[in-house]
């Protein structure tokens, strides 16, 4: 053909493996066909369209990109069908069949139990009408996969999402889809309103009508959120970037406000306009953090000897306050002052919190108290077919003194659910770090909640370390806005190695981290040392570039054909999959690859778990390096960190690299261009994010 595939017409005489309607069967002649097929029928001929590959340990496949299916009318195979696919139909009821109606067996079958019930013998009416419904139903399932294929076919829904929409959706999908396809974006998880616009281009749907522009309004205020960490914007703001997006008047967009509003979908409060959700997590933070903040709670018997002045003052705080904030930069005293707050009420039932299993391992291995991730903190549930946190206002954590580190890292959604499952009467401490990035989803809650001034806060100034490292003394250098030191200090724990193309510094990462750290440092290429990179595309120092090539360098396990990960894989889970017990941001190790039966096995960490997940329908993605945003929280033995000008201004300012820095626990070497550190520690202009949570909290 002229695409380069070819055709394939054969009777499906067998099924080996179906499974999220991806089928592995075979021909009667012998092949295997393997392709995306709803409802597989057994003595069905079908066309397919697509390519002959040799699987390894396979042999020769046919894949499918689409198919044709036409019924049987051969005699012989009219009756192979009939005993495949309908309970009660043998040999002698089949031979019965097509004596008495020849080729037009299966429509009679379909469309007169009654007469055939009455012709006959051995088969009851009852009998008759389920024959005719199984029939029935596999001819629907046929229809309809080729009707979604029609739809769908050349847009950018995935196989994933296809399967989602059957699923949801049934019979029913082809038909829901014509009438508004922007109904995909809440229904089916991972099409958004860029694929929902496909779709209704494709299908010649009203690009000017309103489903469309309550689509992108939703879309923008999600796409603000995500991408730039806003809970709410500006009315004007809101309005110029949806025109943006729908190129339809600005009127058009601002008419959908209300009636947006009076659904439940957005809030517009003071010139600002929410997603709904937002506002009213926001409005929930700062009730609770008030309620927390005005309790009186019985003082505690904080001991001050041997502290700094800045750990006293917040010692004395932290004890007679309902709420407080402790924060500071790396070598500053945190975890110390930490302890000397738990130790200051000896009878209190104490819980310690981190947003990643990391975080919390290392408050643990700071405090020597068990820590737990918020999301197992808050005990998620699984009820239908979504997850809620059954720790809430009416069965709260159950904890006299709650400690929460790392909380720049928290957005507006988890501080909400984590705050309604605290109970009047307990005393919490807030602990971070302002000058690390900000989190990933909406939200700026460190910053706005010590700018308002309403929660009492100490920031620790004071380098409490006698000889605090390099590491320690760049952090503080490039918050403070000045150059790194390199080779000053007897600690050897920082250094720049200078290159200056970005295949050189490719090259000096790679034997960095295969052949110099475990010679020289005795380190685990995997598990002790993390590549931070700025990008996950773009660049040839970007996470999927470097990625690729530390797999080729680091795993000599052989590449199974169409499957992008091998055994001894490093791997980062990249949503919440609270059924599994794994949450974004987890690492593991690939253990197992089954191809035949289209599994992975990762043995995740902190704490350790082994998972099973589908081999291509997964949330994985390779973790020999990855970006600054997914190691927040964490820290690794050894950090590597490239910096070159082909990153661009826009991601290399200070805040990025203070924290990519300060995820270092022994040794970080920055690789690349020396010129280029000066200028990204005087971009300091951290993006401002809309939110009213300051006002509100005051």
Partial sequence: MRDGHEQLQGVLSAIKFHQANFLIGVLEDGTTVKGNMLSPQVGLEYTFRGR???????????????????????????RSYLMENCKWIGQEISRRLVNAYGKETLAVCKADPDRVASEI?????????????????????????????????????NRRAVNQILEKWGQDAPALIRENPYA???????????????????????????????????????????????TCL???????????ILAVPSERIAAELGPLGKDGLVASVDGFVYLKSYHDDEKLIAEKLKILARQTLPPGQPDFQGLAGDQKEALAKAASSGVFILTGAPGTGKTFTIKRIISSFP????????????????????SGRLALTIHKLLEPQKVGESFVFTRNAENPIEADLIILDEVSMVDTPLMARFLEAVAPGTRLILVGDTYQLPSVGPGNILKDLIASGAIPSTELTIIK?????????NCHRIKNGQDIELGNSTARDFFFLRRGDEEALQETILDLVSRRFPDSYKADPLKE???????????????????????????????????????????????NQYDLDIINGDIGYVRDIDARERTITVAFENPERVVQLPLHQNDLELAYAITCHKFQGSEARIIVVPIHRSFGPLIMQRQWLYTAVSRAREVCVLVGQREEIPKIIQRNAPQHRYTRLQELVR
């Fill in 529 to 575: 040392v993390q590549v931070i990179t700025p990008l996950r595309e773009k660049t040839a120092l970007s996470c999927k570039a470097l990625n690729d090539l530390f797999q080729q360098r680091l795993n000599p396990s052989p590449k199974i054909d169409g499957v992008r990960f091998k055994v001894g894989d490093k791997v980062i889970q990249t949503k």
């Fill in 347 to 366: 009878e209190a039932r104490v819980a310690l919190g981190a947003p990643t299993g990391k975080a919390a391992k290392r408050v643990y291995e700071q």
């Fill in 52 to 78: 002959r590959e040799r699987h390894p340990r396979w042999g020769e496949q046919f894949a499918f990109m689409d198919y044709r299916v036409s019924y049987p009318t051969d005699l012989d195979a009219i």
């Fill in 184 to 230: 995909l974006i809440e229904a089916i998880d991972g099409i958004g309103f860029l694929t929902a616009d496909d779709v209704a281009r494709k299908i010649g749907y009203d690009f000017t009508g309103a489903p469309r522009i309550r689509a992108g309004v939703i879309h923008t205020l999600k796409e603000q959120a995500f991408g730039q960490g806003h």
């Fill in 465 to 473: 370390r006698q000889d605090e490292g390099l590491i320690i003394r």
């Fill in 234 to 244: 500006p009315r004007a703001k809101l309005l110029a970037e949806t025109q943006a």
């Fill in 121 to 157: 013998s051995g088969l009851t009416l009852r009998r008759a009408q389920e024959i005719a419904a199984m029939l029935r139903n596999n001819e629907a399932n046929e229809n309809l996969q080729l009707a979604l294929k029609d739809l769908l076919g050349g847009t950018k829904v």
